[in-house]
């Protein structure tokens, strides 16, 4: 059995619930830290998939960070080599850039807890299930245009483009449903002043999101459960 790549961006942001997943299907993976100076490999087809995280950076950000490029061309390649690709948050926006989309500021950014409208048709209750309504945990003020030729999963009352599903295999995700509760704690230490910034509806305070956390969760795990296996179902068959 081939192993997934799992590709980190920072130590704060990492593969947490789809590792865990992984595990509990005795699914092999290999991390690449490219935060840390790992390369990404040559062999895109060495992999039988490829799943990529979130960061606080910018896709656009490519001056500051060398990874950003090299990594939207070992996705580009992993597109072309039918190898199935799974985006989270920045994950899904370099997935975007890598299929000629564009990424850009958002009108609103979103952090917290947001309901989602799943679209009709089959394809959408494939991913996420029977459930049209799905309540996920965000954290992003950039938004990714829709590539070309792909599908568009869901959407929320403020950013229209929240999960897109490319050749029947590929998912690219604005929202992190790999996260867990210590995950987000610390993401409120250390990011607590962007979120004072607004007074959005879009933005729950600190204090919203810490006390909404152990109810939120189980519900969050439940909905990657179904995204996972049904991606997994395209790696492996």
């Not at 997935?95 to 807890?113: F, M, N, S, T």
């Not at 679209?119 to 829709?146: K, N, T, Y």
């Not at 519900?219 to 991606?231: E, F, K, P, T, V």
Request: charged share 20%; aromatic share 10%; net charge negative.
């Amino acid at each position: 059995m081939k192993p997934i790549a799992i590709i980190q961006h920072v130590s704060l942001d990492g593969p947490e619930y789809f590792l865990d997943y992984l595990n509990r299907q005795a699914i092999p993976s290999c991390i690449f830290k490219v935060y840390a100076g790992d390369a990404l490999p040559e062999d895109v087809t060495a992999y039988a998939g490829i799943a990529t995280f979130g960061g606080p950076m910018s896709v656009n950000d490519e001056s500051e960070h060398g990874w950003i490029l090299p990594e939207i061309d070992f996705l580009r390649r992993a597109v072309a080599a039918n190898v199935p690709v799974i985006g989270h948050c920045l994950g899904g926006q370099l997935l975007a850039r890598a299929l000629g989309a564009l990424v850009r500021k958002a009108e609103i950014p979103e952090i917290g807890w947001i309901d989602l409208q799943a679209e009709s048709g089959v394809a959408a209750a494939e991913w996420f299930g029977e459930c049209s309504s799905l309540r996920v945990f965000q954290w992003h003020s950039d938004s990714f245009d829709l590539p070309q030729g792909a599908s568009l999963l869901a959407s929320s009352a403020y950013c229209r483009n929240q999960a897109y599903l490319y050749d029947g295999r590929h998912l690219g995700m604005q929202f992190h449903c790999e996260v867990k509760v210590e995950m987000i704690r610390q993401w409120l230490q250390v990011g607590y002043q962007e979120i004072n910034a607004h007074d959005l509806p879009s933005v729950m305070s600190v204090a919203q999101i810490a006390a909404s956390l152990e109810e939120g969760m189980p519900q969050s795990h439940n909905q990657a459960d179904a995204i996972y296996r049904r991606w997994l179902k395209g790696v492996y068959g």
